[in-house]
C-alpha cells in the first residue's frame, strides 16, 4: 500500500499542531476513510500532556500514539553530549520505526512535530530530520500576525528547504477574529512574494473554549476554515472516498 504521510511541524510549541492534526483527521473521516486506514503519532515530544487530538482519536477510534519512544525531558540535551543515551543514528531509527510501524497498512498517517521545525537537531532527531526520512508532504502551522509571522514563517521553511525537504503547505493558526480578514489579506499578498513555491492553504480563527463538543464536532470548525477538497485532494493528492 502506498501510505501517505503527513508531517505537521510549527514555528513554535503551543501554535496549535496538534489541533491542525485533528483537523485533518476528522476531514478524512467526513471524506469516507474509516478509522482503521488512519493513523495519529508525535514521535517526538516535549510535553506528555493529554492534547485534544488524542481524545479524538480515542472517540473515533484513529489509531493512535501521542507519546513516541522519545522524550526531551530535562537534562536529555547534556546527557546526550556526555554520551549517557543512544546515539543520533539509533534514535532516529527509532523514531521512523515507530511511524512506520503504526503506518503499516494504513492510508493515511499524520505526523505531530515537536516545537519548531529545528527542535531535536542537538541530538539528530529534528522534526526536519525525521520527515527527510519518510516520503511525506509537510504542513507548518504559522503563529498569527503579519510582520512577525512571515518573518517566522520565512526562517523556518528556509531552514527546511536548506536541509532538503520540499511540498510544503502552510497553515496559520490561533489567528484573533477581529483580526482575521485583515492577515489574511496581507499575508496571502506578501507571502507569496517571499516563498513562491509554497502553498498557502489557509487561515484559522482562534477560539477559546474547547471541551468535549468542540473535539466532537471539530471536522466542521476546521473545514470553515481551510477547504477539504483543496487540502486532501489538490494538494495532498488523495483521491477516491468522495474526492475527485
Known amino acids: 500500500m502506498d501510505t501517505k504521510y503527513l508531517y505537521v511541524m510549527g514555528s513554535e510549541s503551543g501554535v496549535g499542531k496538534s489541533t491542525v492534526c485533528m483537523g485533518?483527521?476528522?476531514?478524512?473521516?467526513?471524506?469516507?476513510?474509516?478509522?482503521?486506514?488512519l493513523a495519529y503519532i508525535k514521535p517526538v515530544t516535549q510535553c506528555i500532556a493529554k492534547?485534544?487530538?488524542?481524545i479524538f482519536c480515542k472517540q473515533t477510534k484513529v489509531p493512535c500514539i501521542n507519546i513516541g519512544n522519545l522524550v526531551f525531558k530535562s537534562g536529555f540535551s547534556r546527557d546526550f553530549i556526555d554520551g549517557l543515551t543512544k546515539?543520533?543514528?539509533e534514535l532516529l531509527a527509532d523514531s521512523v520505526a515507530?511511524?512506520?510501524?503504526?503506518?503499516?497498512?494504513?492510508?493515511?498517517?499524520?505526523?505531530?512535530?515537536?516545537?519548531?521545525?529545528s527542535v531535536g537537531s542537538v541530538v539528530g532527531v529534528s522534526n526536519v530530520?525525521?520527515?527527510?526520512?519518510?516520503?511525506?508532504?509537510?504542513?507548518?502551522?504559522?503563529?498569527?500576525?503579519?510582520?512577525?509571522?512571515?518573518?517566522?514563517?520565512?526562517?523556518?521553511?528556509s531552514?527546511?528547504?536548506y536541509k532538503g525537504l520540499s511540498n510544503v503547505g502552510i497553515i496559520y493558526?490561533?489567528?484573533?477574529l477581529v483580526a482575521l480578514a485583515e492577515i489574511q489579506k496581507y499575508v496571502t499578498k506578501r507571502l507569496p512574494e517571499l516563498l513562491p513555491d509554497i502553498t498557502l492553504l489557509g487561515f484559522i480563527g482562534e477560539h477559546q473554549v474547547i471541551d468535549a463538543r468542540w473535539i466532537e464536532?471539530?471536522?466542521?470548525?476546521?473545514?470553515?476554515?481551510?477547504?477539504?477538497q483543496t487540502l486532501l485532494c489538490n494538494w495532498l493528492g488523495i483521491t477516491g472516498h468522495g474526492l475527485s
Open 24 to 37: 485533518i483527521l476528522a476531514q478524512l473521516l467526513a471524506a469516507g476513510f474509516n478509522a482503521g486506514q
Open 51 to 54: 492534547q485534544p487530538v488524542a
Open 87 to 89: 546515539p543520533c543514528d
Open 98 to 117: 515507530s511511524i512506520l510501524s503504526i503506518g503499516k497498512d494504513k492510508e493515511v498517517v499524520i505526523i505531530d512535530g515537536v516545537g519548531d521545525p
Open 129 to 157: 530530520d525525521v520527515a527527510l526520512s519518510l516520503p511525506c508532504s509537510v504542513i507548518f502551522v504559522g503563529k498569527p500576525g503579519i510582520g512577525a509571522a512571515i518573518d517566522d514563517t520565512v526562517l523556518c521553511v
Open 159 to 161: 531552514f527546511m528547504r
Open 173 to 176: 493558526n490561533k489567528i484573533p
Open 217 to 228: 464536532n471539530s471536522g466542521d470548525w476546521f473545514n470553515s476554515y481551510i477547504d477539504r
